[in-house]
T-cell receptor, first 116, second 118 residues
């Protein structure tokens, strides 16, 4: 595998289900990100991890729970979601979170989530 | 506050035409970075270019070129001789280079959907 992989690619879940999204990066990067992409809306940053430490929780509801067991893996645990949470969830990684320079991000293909 | 504007929501061109995607940004910082990403129908965003605020040289990569103008706060992207495979959503993004938080937050524009018709 190369780059950033995400599983599953598609997920349909009921509002009472619990599921997890998985992301793995094969680039040796130190930073990982979760984004939400809804129709007609800009990309929304959800969480940022640097060396397994969460450095940003961008006002995300607690029904989304991230986990970063190591710098290569990132999970997003989902429970009691709402229909408005239906979106494309994108994982990304970057070399680091330092600001000089600002590193580009490499994205996975995303998980298309539908909440019924 | 940072802001990225991509005024063109959707553009359609006929194959082999040139097309320019506009990006205008707002920031009060003197050190910042600009990016372009491509999102094909498959979903993943693909990094195209990074530019820092101190480098105003235009860049060309094959059929792609970028025009960075600090005076107008614009970072426009031109595709020459467009092809069907260029059909995608293109995002312009901005990040500040000065530490204000513990990480470098990237703000994405709303995207421009480009359709290249054969």
């Amino acid at each position: 595998e190369t780059g950033v992989t995400q599983t599953p690619r598609h997920l349909v879940m009921g509002m009472t289900n619990k599921k997890s999204l998985k992301c793995e990066q094969h680039l040796g990067h130190n930073a990982m990100y979760w984004y939400k992409q809804s129709a007609k809306k800009p990309l929304e940053l959800m969480f940022v991890y640097s060396l397994e430490e969460r450095v940003e929780n961008n006002s995300v509801p607690s029904r989304f729970s991230p986990e970063c067991p190591n710098s290569s893996h990132l999970f997003l645990h989902l429970h009691t979601l709402q229909p408005e949470d239906s979106a494309l969830y994108l994982c990304a990684s970057s070399q680091d979170i330092s600001t000089r320079p600002s590193y580009e991000q490499y994205f996975g293909p995303g998980t298309r989530l539908t909440v019924t | 506050a940072q802001k990225v504007t991509q005024a063109q929501t959707e553009i359609s061109v006929v194959e082999k035409e040139d097309v320019t995607l506009d990006c205008v940004y707002e920031t009060r910082d003197t050190t910042y970075y600009l990016f372009w990403y491509k999102q094909p129908p498959s979903g993943e965003l693909v990094f195209l270019i990074r530019r820092n605020s101190f480098d105003e040289q235009n860049e060309i990569s094959g059929r792609y070129s970028w025009n960075f103008q600090k005076s107008t706060s614009s970072f426009n992207f031109t595709i020459t001789a467009s092809q069907v495979v260029d059909s995608a959503v293109y995002f312009c993004a901005l990040s500040e280079g000065i530490v204000k938080t513990s990480y470098d937050k990237v703000i994405f524009g709303p995207g421009t959907s480009l359709s290249v018709i054969p």
